[in-house]
Each structure stands twice: as C-alpha cells, then as structure tokens.
C-alpha cells in the first residue's frame, strides 16, 4: 500500500515562509505532485518533482529526496489567497496519483 | 480551455436510491480517472480508464458502483442503492499521456459532485 504523511495544520503570518513537508513510502516511484485546493474547489496542479533537487516556479518551490522518500513545498512572501488546503501526491506506476490527507495552512494578517 | 466538466454538482438523494454523475474532460485527454473525497482527507482513487478501456478498479469500488466511458470522451459513474457511506465529494480528472512521457503529465480536476445520502 502506499503512505504518504503531511502536517494536518500550519498557520502563517502574510509576507512570511512557510515550508510544508511530506514523507512518503510507495511501491514504486515516478513523480511526487503538489497540489493546491481551495474549500469546495478543485485541487489544482502546482508543482511536479522526479528527480532529487529543487524546482521553482514563482513564489512556490518544491523539493524532492528520493533516497529520504521526502519532499517539501515552500511558499514564500505568503498572501491571504494562499490559504487552502496543500496536497502531496505520489505516482507509484504509470497513471494514478496516491494522495496525502493534505495540510490547511491559514495565513494570517 | 474548458477544463474538467462535472454535472451535477451537487445531488442529495435518499439511502437506497441510484444516482448517476457526468464528467466532460479536457478534450484531448486520453486519461480519465475517478477519486472520492471526504471532509478532511485527500481523494481517494477509484477507477481509470485510457480511452474507452477501464484498466482499473480500486477495492473501495464495490459492486454497486460502476463506471463507463464509451467512446473514450465523457465518462458516467453510477452508485446504486446508495448508502449514507457513500456521501463524499465526487472527483473526475483527466491527462494526456504520450508514448514514453506520461510520467510528468499532471492530473487535471473538475470541480467534483458532492453527494448527500440522507
């Protein structure tokens, strides 16, 4: 089966850093997904990571260690719309996508 | 761009009644999948198919659910006699895979049906 563990809650100040992390333990492995969901949205696709290191597309980052089964997503210069739910996601095979249970950040002013 | 298309949006039906949900997905996405979603936890896989095939099923799909997608466009997921466990957020999601890249193909989300069992 698949494992994938998140915060449940983080809470952030506008303007701050906020780094969400995931561990993961899979059968297989062939990409960790970030995604973002709002209340009573859908998720929406943020980042991607297949090989070790960072990637970085504007204000949000991700991380990925395979030999740790870790990532993480950064989120920096925080705004109000930031607040939703983070979700990390795993692709064990070739299609399907294993979620975590997400994390609620709340950005605070 | 239309995105993921979802109908209804939101159903409530009585315990032991059959429902039916409608996804549209992004036009060229050969991929089309099924996830469930409770308050407070991410989706759940249910079901996916590559064009008109469904190549699998998840065991939290009994025997009352079922899925099609004929011709390979929209696909329809039905639930009969419903149950008050049934009640969660209804997910439909599409890709595009291409021979050798499908890897870092992102899944695309429709807005979900949210079912009531009352």
């Known amino acids: 089966g698949q494992n994938i563990d998140q915060p449940t809650e983080m809470t952030a100040t506008e303007g701050a850093i906020v780094q969400i992390n995931c561990t993961y333990q899979t059968s297989g492995f062939n990409g960790l997904f970030w995604y973002q969901q709002h209340a009573g949205e859908a998720p929406t696709f943020l980042s991607y990571?297949?090989?070790?290191g960072l990637e970085e597309k504007g204000r949000f980052s991700s991380f990925l260690s395979r030999s740790k089964g870790y990532s993480y997503l950064l989120l920096k210069e925080l705004q109000m719309k930031d607040s939703a739910s983070y979700l990390c996601?795993?692709?064990?095979?070739?299609?399907?996508?294993?979620f975590g249970a997400g994390t609620t950040v709340t950005v605070r002013a | 761009d239309t995105g993921v298309s979802q109908n209804p949006r939101h159903k409530i039906t009585k315990r032991g009644q059959n429902v039916t949900f409608r996804c549209d997905p992004i036009?060229?996405?050969?991929?089309l999948y099924w996830y469930r979603q409770t308050l407070g936890q991410g989706p759940e896989f249910l079901t996916y198919f590559q064009n008109e095939a469904q190549l699998e099923k998840s065991r939290l799909l009994s025997d009352r659910f079922s899925a099609e997608r004929p011709k390979g466009s929209f696909s329809t997921l039905e639930i009969q006699r419903t149950e008050q466990g049934d009640s969660a957020m209804y997910l439909c999601?599409?890709?595009?895979?291409?021979?050798?890249?499908?890897?870092?193909?992102?899944?695309?989300f429709g807005n979900g049906t949210r079912l009531t069992v009352t």
């Open positions: 990571n297949v090989l070790d």
């Open positions: 996601a795993v692709r064990d095979g070739d299609y399907k996508l294993s």
């Open positions: 036009s060229e996405h050969n991929r």
């Open positions: 999601a599409s890709s595009l895979s291409h021979p050798g890249r499908s890897y870092n193909s992102p899944l695309h």
